[in-house]
């Protein structure tokens, strides 16, 4: 794996994410209670024997870049190393990345150690757990260009991703970006014999889509980058078939695209189930961060199922079923939350804070007491006062008031927001 590197591609500005990249970057976005979505990439690489690694950033990219100079330190006789590489302005370039063949495209300078035969590309807000060297594997043996991790998926699915159709020996014939018409779905639907060589045995799954993980060789890298196309998904990867040799990896794993709120929210939650997917208990595969070195939780005459519970969180006399608690979370007494995600806190108040608060009439960080919350992401450092209830009706439509949002029937309280007492949210 000597002759590999891999570049983590830092998103763009996440709107569909917002509020929770209102002060950060996709990628480092929380997850799982005590993780950002940029150790999951990071992870795959290093469990993989992969220590050349490449972060693209641009958009409010100041605790990505913190979290990650805290977190991944490789020592001097591995040759490892990740190199942060943001938007910036040259003698021949002064724009942004317009998409990611751009943010490769701008940065190739950066990429010259003539050890490196293959890049592999990955997304920096993707939630999966992959043998990288296995897809390296396939790779070098299929004698490729370009190799694509490609998973099955329902029709429902394929509408907001790349999908292909392959011969039997996993070339792609043909590749199309977020199909849109009965023709196209029509066209890119693969036969059961084929979907089966993928390992998929759920016949809905008929269509086989891009996972947006690429490995190149650094010579055909370097050439489809010559032009001007902005994006791989929508102009490198379907400009390619034909011209390389473009394969399609079969990948049958826990994958998700963390792209929404709803699908952030979904994929938390399910964290929280022993039956899930995606594990993170899997000894053979860690998942890295920052080392808080935290206290243990905390917990006093509470009941808790089907939950998970970071360090350092305190949880007094309260009811929490199917939750993601994170880190130095605060719940007092007599709340009860359901199906939610607490992002924690980034510091406990000390006496004299707790003072000031109320010196301001604030509430102090965390969950106060008696408070009702259901179907619910609450972002760190928020302040929900005594008695509020959370509890947002099935299919209430999309809204944004001062201090919260409701996004796909999901309340989102932002980072460092105010909830007063008593109030109701629904």
């Known amino acids: 794996m000597q002759n590999v590197a891999a570049i983590i591609l830092g998103g763009g500005v996440g709107k569909r994410l917002y509020p929770l990249t209102k002060y950060r970057a996709k990628p480092a976005v929380p997850i799982a209670g005590k993780y950002r979505l940029v150790d999951i990439p990071i992870s795959n690489c290093i469990n993989s024997d992969i220590t050349k690694i490449f972060i693209l950033t641009q958009f409010n990219t100041a605790s990505l870049h913190r979290h ?52 592999i590309i990955l997304s920096g807000d993707q939630l999966y757990m992959m043998k990288l060297h296995r897809m390296l594997m396939f790779h070098v043996e299929k004698k490729a260009d370009i190799t694509i991790a490609v998973k099955p998926v329902s029709k429902d699915k394929a509408a907001g991703l790349g999908i292909m159709k392959t011969g039997d020996n ?91 709120i709803r699908s952030f929210y979904d994929a938390n939650l399910n964290l929280a189930n022993a039956s899930s997917d995606f594990s993170l208990y899997d000894p053979s595969h860690p998942v890295y961060t920052h080392p808080r070195f935290l206290p243990p939780m905390m917990i006093e005459s509470s009941f808790i199922e089907k939950s998970i519970l970071a360090e350092g969180a305190i949880i007094s006399k309260s009811k929490i079923s199917n939750c993601v608690i994170g880190i130095r979370s605060t719940v007092k007494a007599g709340s009860h939350i359901t199906n939610s995600i607490l992002m924690g806190q980034d510091f406990y108040e000390r006496e004299v804070d707790k003072k000031e608060a109320r010196r301001r009439k604030l509430p102090e960080i965390g969950i106060g007491r008696k408070c009702r919350i259901n179907r619910a992401i609450i972002d760190k450092n928020a302040r929900i006062g005594d008695g509020v209830v959370i509890n947002p009706k099935d299919g209430a439509e999309n809204r944004e008031e001062e201090q919260y949002l409701i996004r796909e029937g999901i309340v989102v309280i932002p980072k460092k927001a105010v909830i007063p007492a008593k109030t109701v949210i629904k």
């Open 68 to 119: 990650i100079f805290q977190s991944y330190k490789f020592d001097s006789f591995n040759h490892g190393y990740i190199e942060i590489l943001s938007a910036e302005q040259t003698l021949t370039n002064t724009t942004w990345y317009q998409g990611t063949a751009d943010a490769v495209r701008q940065n190739l300078s950066h990429f010259d150690d003539p050890s490196v035969k293959h890049y």
């Open 170 to 260: 996993f070339r792609i014939e043909k590749f199309t970006e977020k199909p849109s018409t009965k023709e196209a779905f029509e066209e890119f639907k693969s036969e059961q014999s084929t979907v089966r060589l993928f390992g998929e045995k759920n016949t809905s799954c008929a269509y086989l889509a891009s996972m947006g993980i690429y490995i190149f060789r650094n010579e055909a890298l370097r050439r489809v980058l010559e032009g001007r196309e902005e994006d791989f998904g929508k102009h490198i990867i379907p400009n390619s078939i034909g011209k390389y040799k473009v394969f399609a990896y079969p990948y049958t794993g826990y994958w998700e695209d963390i792209g929404t």
